[in-house]
């Protein structure tokens, strides 16, 4: 190949190269804009319906929670009581950005009647019109600068000005979700107040790293509002890949009565992601087992992680039905003693009433040791 003939090819595949990356970055800027009005108005319709619903009475406080289980029954993801009330406040957070959503949607084909099946009251779109031409960034800006898992990260400041500082820092300096946690969990708010160099303090927030659009694209929100499944390889090694493909195979094929239901089951608590490595439902038990893997050493954190598993799943995935959930942790190593004081107090933590139904702990202990000498 000529030297002009391998420039002309070098061009050609730059030209490819940038086509795909400038048209895959817009693609996914308008996904974010459709998932951020999608939440925007679910958000509006809860608190319309709480303010006017007919039969609102008749669910009270436990709205949220009875809207997760009907939307679940339907098939859809990421609606969890969470992610509802998330949506709820901010809806209440961002009054000020419905008109811009409603012209931009309108711009795309979509009928917003559709969306909002009766009016907004005219009280609320002259408060929400006057409350946007107030705010120093227009809903233009927030909308089209800033990704739904950026909103979630700014709802956590309940002060105007404090989050009014983050928007103008994360629009300003295109800081990532990441950045923008970094800099709320470092207080800079509080410390670029107290500080004589502001600029300084605030440049260090910025990762050198660049955001790849991959990252956005994995993003749960942005999975749940496609629909699209994630990858259940999150573990950190194949060491762990491997131990729990056999773990799962091992206690379905133990015939006591475990179903298996979940692999890298995903909880959410802001824009912070757990994920329980294998999940069971035991028909017997009538209980979700919650099992975590820890390759290393057993520390008293994993017996608080595990909790937090089990808090969640009482509150969110139990039925009427059911019995509390159960937790396993599996480890590589322990300090029995450590292990009494960490899990005593939880009776649901690996515990002896129900050893009858689950495997002994002599069984996964041998099984785990047998699994790392291979």
Not at 48 to 58: H, I, L, P, T, W
Not at 99 to 108: A, F, I, M
Not at 306 to 321: A, G, H, P, Q
Not at 328 to 345: E, H
Request: charged share 30%.
């Amino acid at each position: 190949m000529s030297l002009r003939r391998k420039n002309d090819f070098e061009k050609l595949i730059d030209n490819v190269y940038q086509t795909h990356c400038i048209l895959q970055e817009n693609a996914a800027k308008a996904v974010n804009f459709y998932l951020t009005a999608r939440n925007w108005f679910i958000g509006w319709h809860i608190v319309e319906y709480e303010q006017n619903g007919r039969d609102r009475a008749k669910y009270g406080n436990k709205l949220i929670n009875e809207m997760a289980k009907s939307l679940k029954s339907k098939g859809l993801k990421g609606y969890s009581p969470m992610a509802l009330r998330t949506n709820r406040i901010f809806y209440r957070t961002y009054p000020q950005i419905q008109q811009t959503l409603s012209v931009e949607l309108q711009k795309t084909g979509i009928d917003i009647n559709k969306l909002i099946p009766f009016q907004i009251s005219q009280i609320q779109q002259t408060a929400s019109v006057e409350l946007q031409e107030e705010y120093p960034i227009s809903a233009e800006i927030l909308i089209s600068r800033l990704s739904f898992s950026h909103f979630v990260e700014l709802l956590r400041r309940k002060n105007h000005l404090d989050r009014l500082f983050y928007e103008v820092e994360t629009i300003k300096n295109n800081w990532s979700v990441r950045e923008l946690e970094r800099a709320i969990d470092s207080g800079l708010f509080t410390r670029a107040g107290l500080s004589k160099d502001k600029e300084s303090v605030i440049a260090k927030i910025k990762n050198q790293k660049p955001l790849n659009i991959k990252d956005i694209i994995r993003d749960p929100y942005f999975l749940d509002f496609l629909e699209l499944d994630e990858k259940t390889e999150y573990s950190e090694s194949q060491l762990e890949t491997s131990i729990l493909n056999h773990l799962q195979q091992f206690l379905t094929e133990l015939g006591t009565g475990f179903c298996f239901e979940a692999r890298q089951k995903r909880i959410t608590f802001d824009n912070t992601h757990y994920r329980i490595d294998l999940v069971f439902y035991h028909r017997v038990l009538k209980s979700h087992i919650l099992i975590d893997l820890k390759i290393g050493k057993f520390t008293h954190a994993d017996a608080g992680q595990m909790n937090v598993y089990l808090n969640y799943y009482r509150e969110n995935e139990m039925t009427e039905e059911d019995n509390p959930p159960i937790g396993i942790i599996l480890c590589g190593d322990k300090n029995d003693t450590l292990v009494k004081y960490a899990t005593n107090m939880d009776d649901h933590l690996f515990v002896s009433e129900y050893l009858l139904k689950l495997p002994e702990k002599k069984v996964l202990e041998n099984f785990m040791k047998r699994e790392l000498n291979q």
